[in-house]
C-alpha cells in the first residue's frame, strides 16, 4: 500500500501563485509515475500535470506555460508550482500515484482545496 499526504491549498488572488507537495510513503517501487488531478463542483475529475520518475512530464493544454510539475525522488515528492491562477483553476487537487512494478496498481492522496477568488 501507498500513502499520499498532501499540503499547499489555500485561497489566492488571481494571478498569485501556490504550490502543493504530496509526500508518498509504503510499497514505493523505481517504475512509477504521480500526478496531480482536479475537480470542479460538477464537473469530471481531470488531468492536470503528471511525472514519471525518469522526468518525462505531461500537461493539460489548460495549465501549459503556468504550472510546473517537479519531483524529489530521494523524498517521495512531488510538487506542482501553479502560476498566473484564475478563477478557473478552482477546484480539489489530488495526488496521484502509479505503480507500474510488480504489478500496476493505483493510489489517491485525500485532496486539497484551491480556491482562485478576489
Known amino acids: 500500500q501507498v500513502q499520499l499526504v498532501e499540503s499547499g491549498g489555500g485561497l489566492v488572488q488571481p494571478g498569485g501563485s501556490l504550490r502543493l507537495s504530496c509526500a508518498a510513503s509504503?510499497?514505493?517501487?523505481?517504475?512509477?509515475?504521480m500526478g496531480w488531478y482536479r475537480q470542479a463542483p460538477g464537473k469530471e475529475r481531470e488531468l492536470v500535470a503528471s511525472?514519471?520518475?525518469?522526468?518525462?512530464?505531461n500537461y493539460a493544454d489548460s495549465v501549459k506555460g503556468r504550472f510546473t510539475i517537479s519531483r524529489d525522488n530521494a523524498k517521495n515528492t512531488v510538487y506542482l508550482q501553479m502560476n498566473s491562477l484564475k478563477p478557473e483553476d478552482t477546484a480539489v487537487y489530488y495526488c496521484?500515484?502509479?505503480?507500474?512494478?510488480?504489478?500496476?496498481?493505483?493510489?489517491w492522496g485525500q485532496g486539497t482545496q484551491v480556491t482562485v477568488s478576489s
Open positions: 511525472a514519471t520518475a525518469d522526468g518525462t512530464t
Open positions: 496521484n500515484f502509479k505503480n507500474i512494478v510488480p504489478r500496476r496498481s493505483e493510489y
Open positions: 509504503g510499497s514505493i517501487f523505481r517504475i512509477n509515475v
